[in-house]
């Protein structure tokens, strides 16, 4: 994707080389969005083990072969070996039904850095309006890329910050129960795992992703 020569110039000197994407021109059904990749002990590991070494002194080109193993690897975590946060998801879509997490969903960080706590880079999102701004630009390229058709927010403070955005590109609450991106439904709401989210609330998720597909199918 395009968006990655941008990642690569913006966050090649962070201690860990950032998130990379790559789409195979599928149709996707729906794309969820994180805060940004977390960096738990076993990516530190896999990623220092990768064959091809990610370096920032070189160019985004030369750097095309380790960006590459990059991606294969954030596949497996999602889809093979799948790490706790993407089994959560995984199970989410398997009470929708007719979705398949494998090829319906792509899953998108807003913020590519690769951070242990999410904490760091919540409060950048909030408060640094040039961060945020950079980073949208970069979410609105890759939703024109990758053609939705429906888009769910899965971080209580990323949604907060889209209600809150002087940007006029995220609606207000449609009728239907929808805010639109880009025309887009777009459903806004807390993270799935770790007790973000209640019972009662994933209910309501269930039934509203229910309801934008049976809506994008018309």
């Known amino acids: 994707m395009k968006i990655n020569k941008t990642i690569f110039e913006k966050y090649k000197n962070d201690d860990y080389p950032p998130m990379f994407y790559k789409y ?3 149709k996707c059904q729906i794309l969820t969005v994180g805060l940004n990749p977390s960096l738990t002990k076993e990516a530190i590991q896999i990623i220092d083990n ?8 070189k160019t985004f080109k030369k750097n095309s072969k380790a960006i590459e193993e990059l991606i294969n690897y954030q596949f497996k975590v999602k889809c093979d070996t799948q790490i706790p946060y993407f089994k959560v998801l995984n199970n989410f879509f398997d ?3 007719d979705i398949n997490f494998y090829d319906d969903v792509f899953h998108y960080d807003f913020c590519p850095s690769r951070e ?3 904490k760091k880079i919540l409060p950048k999102i909030k408060k640094e309006d040039v961060f945020f701004d950079d980073l949208y630009d970069l979410f609105e390229k890759a939703v024109i890329k990758i053609d939705p058709a429906i888009i769910l927010v ?3 403070g ?5 209600i809150q955005s002087k940007s006029k590109k995220v609606s207000e609450i449609q009728p239907d ?6 025309g887009r439904p ?3 709401a807390n993270q799935l795992s770790g007790g973000a989210t209640s019972i009662a609330y994933k209910e309501i998720l269930i039934w509203l992703v229910k309801k934008g597909m049976n809506k994008a199918s018309k």
């Open 177 to 182: 129960g929808y805010r639109l991106f880009q």
């Open 186 to 188: 777009m459903i806004l």
């Open 116 to 118: 242990t706590d999410s």
């Open 158 to 162: 990323l949604s907060r910050r889209f």
């Open 24 to 26: 195979e021109g599928k």
């Open 95 to 97: 009470e929708i039904g």
């Open 154 to 156: 899965l971080n209580g």
């Open 50 to 57: 990768l064959t091809n070494k990610f370096d920032a002194k």
